[in-house]
Protein backbone atom coordinates (compact mmCIF):
# COMPACT_ATOMS: atom_id res chain seq x y z
CA UNK A 1 0.00 0.00 0.00
CA UNK A 2 1.05 3.69 -0.74
CA UNK A 3 0.22 6.15 1.61
CA UNK A 4 -0.06 9.78 1.09
CA UNK A 5 -0.28 11.67 4.65
CA UNK A 6 -2.47 14.14 3.78
CA UNK A 7 -5.63 12.08 2.39
CA UNK A 8 -8.86 14.14 1.32
CA UNK A 9 -11.21 13.16 4.33
CA UNK A 10 -8.69 11.50 6.65
CA UNK A 11 -5.30 11.50 8.27
CA UNK A 12 -2.96 8.76 6.91
CA UNK A 13 -1.45 8.22 9.95
CA UNK A 14 -4.72 7.46 11.47
CA UNK A 15 -5.55 5.03 8.53
CA UNK A 16 -2.23 3.21 9.52
CA UNK A 17 -2.86 3.07 12.82
CA UNK A 18 -6.33 1.56 12.42
CA UNK A 19 -4.81 -0.72 9.77
CA UNK A 20 -2.42 -2.21 12.90
CA UNK A 21 -4.89 -2.23 15.42
CA UNK A 22 -6.38 -4.36 12.76
CA UNK A 23 -3.03 -6.91 12.64
CA UNK A 24 -3.39 -5.89 8.86
CA UNK A 25 0.20 -6.61 7.99
CA UNK A 26 0.17 -5.20 4.84
CA UNK A 27 3.22 -3.69 3.90
CA UNK A 28 3.11 0.15 3.87
CA UNK A 29 4.71 2.80 2.28
CA UNK A 30 4.56 6.51 2.88
CA UNK A 31 4.52 8.61 0.42
CA UNK A 32 4.50 12.36 1.42
CA UNK A 33 6.01 15.79 1.61
CA UNK A 34 5.97 15.65 5.21
CA UNK A 35 10.00 15.09 5.27
CA UNK A 36 10.55 16.66 9.32
CA UNK A 37 12.68 13.23 10.76
CA UNK A 38 9.65 13.75 13.86
CA UNK A 39 7.42 13.08 10.68
CA UNK A 40 9.34 10.20 9.62
CA UNK A 41 10.08 8.12 12.99
CA UNK A 42 6.59 8.78 13.71
CA UNK A 43 5.04 7.18 10.60
CA UNK A 44 7.88 4.39 11.31
CA UNK A 45 6.73 3.84 14.82
CA UNK A 46 2.82 3.90 13.78
CA UNK A 47 3.78 0.54 11.22
CA UNK A 48 4.89 2.24 8.06
CA UNK A 49 7.36 -0.30 6.47
CA UNK A 50 9.05 2.23 4.30
CA UNK A 51 8.98 6.46 3.78
CA UNK A 52 9.21 8.39 0.92
CA UNK A 53 9.62 12.11 0.90
CA UNK A 54 8.01 14.27 -2.10
CA UNK A 55 9.29 14.97 -4.80
CA UNK A 56 10.39 11.45 -5.67
CA UNK A 57 12.32 9.65 -8.28
CA UNK A 58 10.06 7.36 -9.74
CA UNK A 59 13.17 4.49 -9.92
CA UNK A 60 13.36 4.95 -6.21
CA UNK A 61 9.45 4.19 -5.71
CA UNK A 62 9.63 1.39 -7.64
CA UNK A 63 13.13 -0.30 -6.32
CA UNK A 64 11.35 0.17 -2.45
CA UNK A 65 8.35 -1.29 -3.51
CA UNK A 66 9.98 -4.02 -4.76
CA UNK A 67 11.84 -4.31 -1.23
CA UNK A 68 9.23 -4.32 0.39
CA UNK A 69 7.27 -7.39 -1.65
CA UNK A 70 10.65 -9.66 -1.20
CA UNK A 71 9.56 -8.64 2.32
CA UNK A 72 6.30 -10.32 2.00
CA UNK A 73 6.63 -14.08 4.06
CA UNK A 74 5.20 -16.33 0.92
CA UNK A 75 2.09 -18.15 1.13
CA UNK A 76 3.67 -21.16 2.24
CA UNK A 77 2.94 -22.41 5.52
CA UNK A 78 0.69 -19.33 6.16
CA UNK A 79 -2.46 -20.46 8.12
CA UNK A 80 -5.73 -18.06 8.23
CA UNK A 81 -7.64 -17.85 10.84
CA UNK A 82 -10.91 -16.51 12.20
CA UNK A 83 -13.22 -18.13 15.67
CA UNK A 84 -12.88 -22.01 15.00
CA UNK A 85 -11.92 -21.85 11.49
CA UNK A 86 -8.15 -22.28 9.91
CA UNK A 87 -7.18 -22.49 6.53
CA UNK A 88 -3.52 -23.30 5.68
CA UNK A 89 -3.32 -21.23 1.95
CA UNK A 90 -0.72 -23.16 0.75
CA UNK A 91 -2.43 -26.92 1.32
CA UNK A 92 -6.16 -25.67 0.30
CA UNK A 93 -6.76 -27.40 3.72
CA UNK A 94 -9.97 -26.06 6.08
CA UNK A 95 -10.52 -27.05 9.61
CA UNK A 96 -13.12 -26.10 12.03
CA UNK A 97 -12.28 -26.79 15.76
CA UNK A 98 -9.13 -28.93 14.54
CA UNK A 99 -11.03 -31.07 12.22
CA UNK A 100 -10.49 -31.72 8.57
CA UNK A 101 -13.48 -30.12 6.35
CA UNK A 102 -13.81 -31.14 2.77
CA UNK A 103 -14.35 -27.77 0.59
CA UNK A 104 -14.07 -27.56 -3.11
CA UNK A 105 -11.75 -25.80 -4.88
CA UNK A 106 -14.00 -22.58 -5.94
CA UNK A 107 -15.50 -22.86 -2.01
CA UNK A 108 -11.87 -22.58 -1.01
CA UNK A 109 -10.59 -19.64 -2.74
CA UNK A 110 -13.76 -18.19 -1.89
CA UNK A 111 -12.82 -18.94 1.71
CA UNK A 112 -9.03 -17.73 1.58
CA UNK A 113 -10.74 -14.22 -0.08
CA UNK A 114 -12.79 -13.95 3.25
CA UNK A 115 -10.58 -14.93 5.27
CA UNK A 116 -8.24 -12.72 3.94
CA UNK A 117 -10.67 -9.78 4.64
CA UNK A 118 -12.17 -10.86 7.61
CA UNK A 119 -14.50 -8.06 9.21
CA UNK A 120 -14.40 -6.40 6.09
CA UNK A 121 -16.75 -6.09 3.48
CA UNK A 122 -15.84 -8.14 0.13
CA UNK A 123 -17.82 -6.75 -3.37
CA UNK A 124 -19.34 -8.91 -5.61
CA UNK A 125 -16.52 -7.47 -8.18
CA UNK A 126 -13.71 -8.16 -5.68
CA UNK A 127 -15.19 -12.24 -5.22
CA UNK A 128 -15.55 -12.21 -8.90
CA UNK A 129 -12.23 -11.11 -9.69
CA UNK A 130 -10.60 -13.50 -6.82
CA UNK A 131 -12.05 -16.17 -6.99
CA UNK A 132 -13.06 -17.24 -10.80
CA UNK A 133 -10.42 -14.38 -12.56
CA UNK A 134 -11.12 -13.79 -15.50
CA UNK A 135 -13.45 -15.82 -16.46
CA UNK A 136 -16.27 -14.46 -18.67
CA UNK A 137 -19.85 -14.80 -17.59
CA UNK A 138 -19.73 -15.34 -14.36
CA UNK A 139 -23.16 -13.90 -12.36
CA UNK A 140 -23.72 -12.53 -8.86
CA UNK A 141 -25.95 -15.88 -8.81
CA UNK A 142 -22.71 -17.81 -9.37
CA UNK A 143 -21.21 -16.14 -6.63
CA UNK A 144 -24.62 -16.68 -4.24
CA UNK A 145 -24.43 -20.41 -5.15
CA UNK A 146 -20.75 -20.72 -3.76
CA UNK A 147 -21.37 -18.66 -0.54
CA UNK A 148 -24.08 -20.54 0.11
CA UNK A 149 -22.39 -23.64 -0.13
CA UNK A 150 -19.88 -22.55 2.02
CA UNK A 151 -22.21 -21.17 4.36
CA UNK A 152 -23.43 -24.94 4.46
CA UNK A 153 -20.05 -26.47 5.31
CA UNK A 154 -18.85 -24.16 7.50
CA UNK A 155 -22.46 -24.37 9.39
CA UNK A 156 -22.41 -28.15 9.38
CA UNK A 157 -19.14 -28.38 10.74
CA UNK A 158 -20.03 -25.92 13.73
CA UNK A 159 -18.33 -22.94 12.34
CA UNK A 160 -18.54 -20.03 14.85
CA UNK A 161 -17.86 -17.64 12.02
CA UNK A 162 -20.33 -16.82 9.76
CA UNK A 163 -20.63 -15.20 6.32
CA UNK A 164 -23.27 -12.33 6.32
CA UNK A 165 -25.14 -10.80 3.24
CA UNK A 166 -24.57 -6.98 2.72
CA UNK A 167 -27.69 -6.58 0.34
CA UNK A 168 -26.46 -4.97 -3.06
CA UNK A 169 -22.58 -4.59 -1.78
CA UNK A 170 -21.02 -8.38 -0.66
CA UNK A 171 -20.12 -10.04 1.98
CA UNK A 172 -18.54 -10.13 5.44
CA UNK A 173 -17.01 -13.14 7.33
CA UNK A 174 -17.08 -12.11 10.87
CA UNK A 175 -16.56 -14.53 13.98
CA UNK A 176 -19.71 -14.64 16.44
CA UNK A 177 -18.85 -12.79 19.35
CA UNK A 178 -17.83 -14.92 22.72
Do not use: C, W
Request: net charge positive.
Amino acid sequence: LVLDLGLPDADGLTLLDQMRRRRDTTPVLILTARSGIDDRVKGLDKGASDYLIKPFATEELIARLQALLRRVPPAEGRVLSLGNIAFDVAGRQASVDGKPVTVPAREADLLEVLMKRSGRLVSHEVLRGQVFGATQGVTSNAIEVYVHRLRKLLADAGATAQIHTIRGAGYLLKADAP
